[in-house]
């Protein structure tokens, strides 16, 4: 019996030291999230050692993997041919011309001019544009969502993609398999398939038992994508669903924005979604021939570009966006998200902003769909107060709105948030524009929530119950490896 149990034991001590000399040895892993795990797989024996195996490593499995390498390299070749005349700083201001240098080196898209973009009104607004863009399609729709409801906003459409689907018009749609699992098991989702509409699930759950041994579970497709005929494209923070968001009703409703562009920046959209229909439609499916129609070029329109993210890609893209604008910022930098669990140079940057003079802004949930997420990011108010950051917790709602507008020109908007799990865990989609009038509508929009924020002030942090700030340095503690 004694013999079995110190067998028992070396063989832990084994696999504990093989599973550490592997969180020693991954590369793309900053010191701290090594350390994090270290200790987790320490203090946890048998816990700590499962939790690196299904969540340690941003593994999407080996054939996903080549695949997408494989099509990721196609679409950046014809990305270049689709752009070998396009200036790489087509009338940008030199002051914000390494800004879409950078993004340029995430996803390979250039930054094209010629394009019209309006930010719409609310979720509604956006849902009824959408509808009638899809009405009015002549050639085809692509159409990608992290969650889509079977709800009133879901169901419409749904049935305009079955419309259009009816009249000839070719229709993709790509769902994520778990933010969109309710919708892969309801008749909306047999009932496109009917019509005619080209299906694909993302990042599909498989069998849950064996599901880890194709790759880390919990990597989802986050990105939003709407494209129709080529030429007219969404791009923002709203999934396809009504803002009470029956999902978490209780955080309702939910505040988002989004911004619909028209000209040739919806064919980069498009190509970014070719990328995942290429490794998730079925064969035959994926060899439908989806032709460019052709976008307008609006003279003296907005400049955009858009810049893709995801855990295949460079893993310090989306930080080492975010850390360009904010040293990039000389009068007023505004952000509102509604996950902030940043690294430490995004969070230097953000102080360092506020220090040499910037007006820096931030605003957040007040109540957020995340205890540990929230947690985690009130762990960093004190430090961000004291650099002269002005943080504001919004109180109409959950804030999901994911935008930043830098003195008053660029604007960037899209899916990703400021958290590891964006950065380095889920599939993310922007677009980064030069646009000072599109850029005062963004700023306005911020303005409205924060007319409905309360002020975060240092008094009020320091106030806070000892329980509450070890709670949140505890959860933000262990963000490097969530």
């Known amino acids: 019996m004694i013999i079995n149990s110190i067998w028992l034991v070396g063989l832990h001590l084994l696999v504990q030291?093989?599973?550490?000399?592997?969180?020693?040895?991954?590369?793309?892993?900053?010191?701290?999230?090594?350390?994090?795990?270290?200790?987790?797989?320490?203090?946890?024996?048998?816990?700590?050692?499962?939790?690196?195996?299904?969540?340690?490593?941003?593994?999407?499995?080996?054939?996903?993997?080549?695949?997408?390498?494989?099509?990721?390299?196609?679409?950046?070749?014809?990305?270049?041919?689709?752009a070998q005349n396009v200036d790489i700083d087509p009338g940008i201001p030199p002051l914000y011309a390494h800004l879409f240098r950078v993004g340029y080196s995430i996803s390979g898209f250039p930054p094209v001019p010629g394009n019209r973009a309006q930010l719409m009104a609310n979720s509604l607004a956006t849902i009824d544009s959408m509808v009638a863009d899809i009405d009015a399609a002549r050639r085809q729709v692509s159409v990608l969502f992290y969650i889509w409801l079977t709800d009133g906003s879901g169901t419409r459409i749904a049935e305009a993609l079955q419309r259009a689907a009816r009249r000839g018009i070719t229709c993709r749609v790509m769902v994520d398999g778990l933010g969109s699992r309710a919708l892969l098991k309801s008749p909306l989702w047999s009932q496109m398939k009917e019509a005619g509409v080209r299906t694909a699930v993302a990042l599909p759950?498989?069998?849950?038992?064996?599901?880890?041994?194709?790759?880390?579970?919990?990597?989802?497709?986050?990105?939003?994508?709407?494209?129709?005929?080529?030429?007219?494209?969404?791009?923002?923070?709203?999934?396809?669903?009504?803002?009470?968001f029956r999902l978490k009703p209780r955080y309702a409703p939910w505040v988002d924005a989004v911004v619909r562009l028209q000209g040739p920046i919806a064919r980069q959209n498009e190509l970014l979604f070719d990328t995942d229909w290429a490794v998730y439609a079925s064969k035959d499916a994926s060899e439908d021939e989806v032709g460019d129609c052709g976008a307008a070029v609006h003279e003296d329109?907005?400049?955009?570009?858009?810049?893709?993210?995801?855990?295949?890609?460079?893993?310090?893209?989306?930080?080492?966006?975010?850390?360009?604008?904010?040293?990039?910022?000389?009068?007023?930098?505004?952000?509102?998200?509604?996950?902030?669990?940043?690294?430490?140079a995004m969070q230097s940057a953000l102080c360092a902003a506020a220090y040499r003079g910037v007006q820096t802004t931030l605003i957040l949930p007040a109540r957020n769909d995340s205890r540990e997420v929230a947690g985690a990011s009130r762990s960093y108010y004190a430090e961000l107060l004291e650099a002269g950051v002005r943080v504001h917790e919004y109180v109409g709602g959950l804030l999901h709105s994911k935008t930043l507008t830098l003195d008053g020109d660029i604007t960037l908007v899209g899916s990703a948030n400021m958290d590891r799990r964006s950065f380095e865990l889920n599939f993310e989609n922007n677009i980064l524009l030069y646009d000072p009038q599109l850029t005062r509508a963004v700023r306005l929009r911020q303005q409205v929530y924060l007319d409905s924020a309360n002020a975060v002030t240092m008094a009020e942090v320091e106030s806070w119950p000892l329980y509450r700030?070890?709670?949140?340095?505890?959860v933000a503690m262990l963000g490097p490896i969530l």
């Open 17 to 82: 030291s093989l599973v550490i000399l592997r969180v020693l040895q991954r590369p793309n892993r900053e010191p701290a999230s090594r350390i994090a795990w270290v200790v987790v797989v320490l203090a946890l024996p048998v816990i700590g050692i499962f939790a690196y195996i299904m969540l340690g490593e941003t593994n999407v499995g080996r054939r996903n993997h080549k695949a997408m390498q494989t099509v990721i390299r196609e679409v950046r070749e014809r990305a270049s041919a689709h």
């Open 205 to 244: 759950l498989g069998n849950v038992v064996l599901r880890p041994l194709q790759g880390r579970i919990d990597l989802r497709n986050h990105r939003k994508i709407i494209v129709i005929d080529s030429d007219i494209t969404y791009c923002g923070s709203q999934n396809c669903a009504d803002e009470e």
């Open 301 to 344: 329109g907005t400049i955009a570009q858009v810049i893709a993210s995801g855990p295949t890609l460079r893993p310090t893209a989306m930080p080492e966006l975010f850390v360009s604008l904010m040293f990039t910022a000389v009068r007023e930098l505004v952000i509102s998200t509604p996950y902030y669990v940043p690294n430490q």
């Open 469 to 474: 700030r070890l709670w949140n340095n505890c």
